[in-house]
């Protein structure tokens, strides 16, 4: 186990958020968590909506913290929700994670929750089945040394004690 906490890892409808870990993951058909790629914006974006879900959080907010000190452009923000839902919702039926509150700010409603501590992987690249497997361990290895032989040495002596092929 390593220095990362319960409270660092946020699990929501098949993806875990890491920001400390690595980033995005979604879960796959085999049940293991891969990454997502997501820019580092979209990213920041994500974390400051799911550490405050089911908190509206206003399009100031939103700026100063994900665009400290900068001054942006006002398609930033959709541009970056937009490239959260395409991912986020893929294949979801009722809806985005992602709530728009006109005029006031986002708010992320999915649910979110913390995994228990025994299951946290030692890596984020990889799920909790795969992190708890026993390694695969080789057989010892061992040399073998065939005896050397010329094998031209050889044809040139069959060669030789035959007689050169006429033409």
């Not at 395409?86 to 700010?105: H, K």
């Amino acid at each position: 186990m390593d220095a990362r906490t319960v409270e660092d890892i946020f699990l929501f409808e098949g993806f875990r958020l890491g920001p400390a870990a690595g980033g995005l993951f979604q879960r796959d058909d085999a049940g293991i968590f891969v990454p997502v790629a997501l820019g580092s914006r979209a990213l920041d974006l994500l974390v400051l909506l799911v550490t405050r879900y089911g908190d509206l959080v206003s399009k100031d907010e939103i700026l100063s913290a994900v665009w400290p000190g900068l001054t942006v452009a006002d398609s930033n923000l959709p541009t970056q929700i937009w490239a959260l839902r395409r991912v986020l919702d893929r294949g979801r039926p009722n809806g985005s994670c992602i709530q728009t509150v006109a005029r006031r700010g986002y708010r992320f409603i999915a649910e979110v929750t913390h995994p228990p501590a025994e299951v946290l992987p030692a890596s984020p690249w990889v799920s909790s089945p795969v992190a708890n497997r026993q390694p695969i361990t080789a057989p010892p290895l061992s040399l073998v040394v065939l005896p050397f032989e010329n094998f031209c040495a050889v044809q040139i002596s069959i060669i030789l004690q035959i007689g050169s092929p006429t033409i």
